[in-house]
């Protein structure tokens, strides 16, 4: 039976300075060489990873958390944020003085034109600050916002708006999805099409994001860099990404 393995990007694919490790690279091509398909599944919105699918060769992923699913640059499942709750939600961040940044899979707009936590979270990316327009969100399908708020502020928005995920990705930010939202549900649509068996499929992961990811494939692989929070839910644990852990893995795994 073929298989398929799934890489989140940051901290996996990508080293903490956001760039792509030669033996990464090169144990992708092999993977592909030997017949194995390749797939990204991200936190990202699309436009946020354009180059790096082009550089890798990859026409197939799961972005914004599971809720835009692509296979061989068909869109084939979307899942966007129901805009009346996110419309309550805006109100409340409002009030308590903490901005919004919209995405859909096109762009991202914010509902402030400067925050200093917006600029943390993007460089933290070595993303620009995204323009401003604050009703971006009306009248267009969003697959994703970013609440920009501390730790200790978060609790009031987890308990009252249940029908979102949050996700915590930076000191200052957490992603809004749809509730149930999750690259392992992105995952079960992608294979779904191709037909793949969940035993045949790997994912490498490193982030919160992707504990349902590693938990739900038939092997799931944390990085080294990951926190242990992570890997407890992993099958395997590789090198950290920075002492190529992708190339490290794989070999492990006898698929390269």
Not at 152 to 171: C, L, M, N, S, V
């Amino acid at each position: 039976m073929k298989k398929i393995v799934f890489f989140d990007i940051d901290g996996t694919l990508l080293d903490h300075d956001k760039k792509l490790p030669d033996a990464t690279k090169k144990a992708i091509k092999t993977l592909q060489e030997n017949g194995t398909y390749v797939a990204i599944a991200t936190g990202r919105a699309p436009f946020m990873y354009e180059g790096l699918r082009k550089e890798l060769g990859i026409e197939s992923y799961v972005s914004f958390n599971g809720q835009y699913v692509v296979f061989e640059n068909e869109v084939i499942h979307t899942n966007p944020l129901q805009v009346e709750k996110l419309e309550e939600l805006l109100e409340d961040s409002h009030r308590f003085g903490h901005p919004v940044v919209h995405l859909n899979h096109e762009t991202m707009k914010a509902n402030q034109k400067h925050h200093r936590y917006i600029q943390e979270s993007m460089d933290s990316l070595k993303f620009p600050h995204p323009g401003y327009s604050p009703d971006f969100y009306k009248g267009r399908d969003i697959y994703q916002s970013l609440l920009f708020c501390q730790e200790e502020e978060e609790h009031f928005y987890r308990e009252k708006y249940k029908g979102f995920t949050f996700i915590r990705w930076h000191q200052y930010s957490m992603d809004i999805l749809p509730g149930g939202g999750s690259k392992a549900e992105g995952i079960k649509k992608m294979i779904a099409r191709l037909g793949f068996r969940m035993e045949d499929v790997y994912a490498f992961g490193d982030g919160l994001n992707d504990i349902e990811m590693l938990e739900s494939v038939g092997t799931g692989i944390a990085m080294g860099n990951a926190v242990s929070e992570v890997q407890k839910h992993a099958n395997m644990i590789t090198k950290p990404v920075d002492e190529d852990g992708i190339y490290y893995g794989l070999k492990e795994l006898q698929l390269i």
